[in-house]
């Protein structure tokens, strides 16, 4: 019946003005009711209880537009053709038993316009009772909140996204976090986090088991009021203090100290500002490592050196002395073979006598013991001279003398021909198939250079630093050229001490250039 006015009495039909006078108020409360629910932006239904399976009586104009369909392909239907096939919605349940119950309810559905398309429906379903309160109707308002919906669903996704990545970015750092306290542990040198206060934050069971102390005496405390203080170092605080600011590291920084507990030890500390992806920059790691042993073995090892280095000087000048008397002795009817022999065994007795030199070189420089002849002498002439006696000693390679750096040079002249004589014969050994080796001499500012070129198997770049180390000879030519790796060890310290500087440039297969400069003006020269 409400139904029927509603769809039947159109606006113009109650414009026209086909109803009685009694009926006009109706008329006009039903063309303002009219006017009121085609407006609506939402959709409107009206069902009807009383019919089998609750038909639509009523579809305002939003309800077509919403869904597609026009007016007379909805009204009669039950509202379930706008869920098409989509049936396994729960919300229908919550439906049904609202108009089995008479009661209201708001769900959000699935719906399908017309031609397919996916919409969400937010239906609020309220009843309408007669005057014995029967539920005669359902009056059934739908909004389209499709965009609603997809947004919702767009922040579920993105939330999904995230906790996933919260997930795998949690498991990733307990798993580093795992990695570094097993490798925190493993470790063979005692560890240290500090504060930017200098606090001990946690130390590791090296560190516990090397200073015989406990973790509650240590966690917690002053870094320099640790034991007996053997942290409280000025320079040590001042090098620490500058880790954070700058981010300048304490590199081999020694502490030799009588510990609580362990007594007099020897501690090399390597300290760092500790960056985990750019969290805890305002940490420092300390890393100590007890080096007395060490330390204690090479102090053996060279004291063995300079002491057998020594003990074979002394009977190795006997026998040079013998056979240069041998030589002279020998009378001339003696044969060629016999001469020979002599001469070669003299070459071989220098050779060893210049290994020994070198180790007694080294032994002096670790010792602290080698000493400066200093005096004013003709440097290019000293390198002139130097250059003829090799090139005298050698006759398969040509060396080039160019250049001029100072006739008037203030050092140990035993001690720079030394250099050169060092990096001439590496440059002579080192480059088999070339004939030349070039020297050049100049003038940089107040500071005179010398430099050896040639082209023989040169040195790769990582080996470039090391070589200058003793000992140390690049892998490869050890089996093919003699030497003991001290030469250019004892020359970079030459150089030192005479205040200068000795580097390489090299490219494997194109041959290297060692070059040094020493300070012309006096006030920089550095006596050690
Ligand atoms: P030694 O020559 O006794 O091995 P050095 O200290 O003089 O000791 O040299 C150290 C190492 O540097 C050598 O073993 C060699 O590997 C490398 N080296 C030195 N000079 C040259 C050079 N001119 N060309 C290529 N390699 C060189």
């Not at 002394?314 to 002599?342: A, C, F, H």
């Not at 070459?347 to 020994?356: A, H």
């Amino acid at each position: 019946m409400f139904g029927e006015i509603l769809n039947n009495y159109t606006l113009d039909s109650l414009k026209n003005g086909e109803f009685t006078l009694s009926e006009n108020s109706i008329k006009q409360d039903l063309s303002l009711l009219i006017q009121a629910l085609d407006s609506s932006i939402s959709g409107i239904i009206l069902t009807d209880n009383q019919q089998p399976d609750n038909p639509i009586i009523y579809c305002n104009k939003a309800f077509e537009f919403i869904t597609g369909y026009k007016r007379h392909e909805i009204i009669g239907h039950n509202c379930r053709f706008l869920q098409k096939e989509d049936r396994g919605q729960k919300e229908r349940s919550i439906l049904r038993k609202a108009v089995e119950d008479g009661a209201e309810c708001v769900v959000e559905m699935r719906n399908y316009q017309k031609n397919g398309t996916l919409f969400w429906n937010e239906l609020y379903m309220s009843p309408i009772k007669d005057e014995q309160g029967n539920v005669c109707y359902f009056i059934g308002v739908q909004n389209d909140i499709t965009r609603r919906k997809k947004a919702e669903q767009e922040l579920l996704h993105q939330q999904n996204i995230m906790e996933s990545q919260i997930q795998e970015r949690t498991k990733s750092l307990k798993e580093s976090e795992d990695y570094l306290s097993s490798i925190v542990q493993t470790v063979r040198e005692s560890l240290v986090v500090l504060n930017p206060e200098f606090e001990v934050l946690s130390v590791n069971d090296h560190f516990l088991k090397t200073f015989k102390v406990s973790r509650e005496e240590t966690e917690g405390k002053l870094l320099y009021e640790l034991g007996n203080g053997q942290w409280d170092i000025g320079k040590l605080k001042e090098l620490l203090e500058n880790i954070l600011p700058t981010n300048n590291p304490v590199e081999e920084f020694e502490v030799e100290h009588d510990f609580p507990h362990i007594g007099k030890k020897l501690m090399l500390l390597n300290a760092h500002r500790i960056e985990l992806e750019g969290q805890y920059k305002d940490r420092i790691l300390i890393a100590i490592e007890d080096i007395t042993d060490r330390r204690e073995i090479e102090r053996r090892k060279d004291d063995f050196l300079s002491i057998a280095s020594h003990e074979l000087k002394t009977p190795l000048t006997t026998i040079k002395g013998y056979i240069q008397v041998m030589q002279r002795l020998l009378p001339d009817s003696v044969g060629d073979k016999l001469k020979e022999i002599l001469n070669k065994t003299g070459i071989y007795v220098e050779r060893l006598n210049s290994l020994i030199a070198e180790l007694l070189d080294m032994s002096k420089i670790q010792t602290g013991n080698i000493e400066l002849h200093k005096e004013t002498f003709d440097f290019d002439k000293a390198i002139h001279e130097a250059v003829e006696n090799m090139q005298a000693a050698t006759k398969t390679h040509h060396i080039i003398i160019r250049g001029h750096a100072t006739n008037n040079y203030t050092g140990d002249e035993s001690h720079i021909i030394q250099v050169i004589n060092n990096l001439l014969s590496n440059a002579i050994k080192y480059a088999p198939d070339s004939e030349e080796v070039q020297v050049y001499l100049s003038r940089v500012s107040n500071f005179l250079k010398v430099s050896v070129s040639d082209k023989g198997m040169g040195i790769k770049i990582e080996e470039q630093k090391k070589i200058f180390d003793r000992f140390y000879r690049v892998g490869e030519i050890q089996q093919r050229f003699p030497g003991m790796g001290i030469g250019l060890y004892v020359c970079d310290q030459i150089i030192k001490n005479h205040g200068g500087t000795l580097w390489v440039e090299s490219e494997p297969g194109n041959g290297s250039t060692f070059s040094f400069t020493l300070p012309l003006d006096e006030g920089r020269f550095n006596e050690q």
